[in-house]
Structure formats: C-alpha cells, structure tokens
T-cell receptor
Framework: QKEVEQDPGPLSVPEGAIVSLNCTYS??????FMWYRQYSRKGPELLMY????GNKEDGRFTAQVDKSSKYISLFIRDSQPSDSATYLC????????????FGRGTSLIVHP | DVKVTQSSRYLVKRTGEKVFLECVQD?????MFWYRQDPGLGLRLIYF???????EKGDIPEGYSVSREKKERFSLILESASTNQTSMYLC?????????????FGSGTRLTVV
C-alpha cells in the first residue's frame, strides 16, 4: 500500500460545479497537508496547506483534514475552466525528515 | 515572490551525452531538490541539498549526480544520458522556516533523450 493514495482521474465537471478532490494516507505521523496545482507543462504551485486537523478556506478553495480517517480533501466552489489542472496532495512530518510525500495527482477538467 | 528558474524548458539530447540541468532560486533558500515526473509514477526525488556543497540521495539517484557550489544554484547532471531518462525534471526549493509546507517549484525542463 502506498503511503499516499490519490485517484488520477480525469475528473470532468461542468463550469460552476463544486469539485471535491481527495487523498488518503496510511502514516498517522503526517502533520502538514498541502495541495499543489499544476497546469500542463508547468511546475506545481502551492495552493494551500493545513497543519493537523481542521479546515482552511481561501477564496473558492477549502482544504479539509480528517486525521481520524486519514483523509484529506480539497473543495473548489464555482469551478472555472481556468481551474483545469492536475492537483497534487502532499504531506510531511512535524519533525525529522522534511521531505514531503506526494500523491500522484488528480487531473481535473472543467468544461464551459 | 520566490522564483525558481530552470535554465531550459525543452531539451533534446542524444544517448550517451553528458547533460546539465541548471536551477537557480532567488530567496536565499537553504534546501533545494531535483525531482523527475513521469505519467502514472508521479514525482520522484532524485537528489536534494540542504547546504552549499552538501548533497543527499533521494529515491532514484542512479545515473544522476548533482552539484551545489553556490547557495542559489543547484545543478543536476546526467553523466551518460539514456532513453529511460526522458522525463520532466522539476527543481524545487524551500527555506528552513517553511520546510514543512513551502516548496516552490520551477517551471520544469522537459528532456527528451534520443
């Protein structure tokens, strides 16, 4: 079992839909949870991160962490065609190694 | 904004050539990384460096080496390029304060070895 599992998609939704992107993980020691967005032929860019459990909101984006279920989510409200990209989750420890563990990414397509 | 600049967006090299991929960051970050990204395999760490002249192997170092002579510059070297090294190469950096959550990636170098 991989440490971080992420459905590769593609996930295709109409413009304006609410999108839910998810990752599951197996290592309960992870404390930092990150979401990166990667447009085609570009490098990933950090969208947002959370520490431990809870929610974090930034505009149309909400990150959720459920440590009891080892499950994290990224919600996108009022999705736009410009949100079409690959979304990667990543996780790291609070101490020791600072190298994050990445999911393989979910491809999202928002069609007009 | 932190900038991580990779010198080439696209490269085509021949099998057996020695290839240099350059990465420069402008935010005085201590830690720098080289990844390759392949469809279905995700990001795989090749090498990283936590200080000048320091290097650590990642998950797939075979066939690669690195050089960090200055804090802002981290070079990836393919000693003798092979077709299985055709990939997207991504450089990243972060500072000690943001080491748990703050990777900044470059735009990537798409390398094709023929």
């Amino acid at each position: 079992q991989k440490e971080v599992e992420q459905d590769p998609g593609p996930l295709s939704v109409p413009e304006g839909a609410i999108v839910s992107l998810n990752c599951t993980y197996s290592n309960s020691a992870f404390q930092y949870f990150m979401w990166y967005r990667q447009y085609s032929r570009k490098g990933p860019e950090l969208l947002m991160y959370t520490y431990s459990s809870g929610n974090k909101e930034d505009g149309r984006f909400t990150a959720q962490v459920d440590k009891s279920s080892k499950y994290i989510s990224l919600f996108i409200r009022d999705s736009q065609p410009s949100d079409s990209a690959t979304y990667l989750c990543a996780m790291s420890y609070a101490g020791g190694s600072y190298i994050p563990t990445f999911g393989r990414g979910t491809s999202l397509i928002v069609h007009p | 904004d932190v900038k991580v600049t990779q010198s080439s967006r696209y490269l085509v090299k021949r099998t057996g050539e020695k290839v240099f991929l350059e990465c420069v960051q402008d935010m005085d970050h201590e830690n720098m990384f080289w990844y390759r990204q392949d469809p279905g395999l995700g990001l795989r760490l090749i090498y990283f460096s936590y200080d000048v002249k320091m290097k650590e192997k990642g998950d797939i170092p075979e066939g690669y080496s690195v050089s960090r002579e200055k804090k802002e510059r981290f070079s990836l070297i393919l000693e003798s390029a092979s077709t299985n090294q055709t990939s997207m190469y991504l450089c990243a950096s972060h500072g000690r304060d943001s080491s748990r959550y703050g990777y900044t990636f470059g735009s990537g170098t798409r390398l094709t070895v023929v």
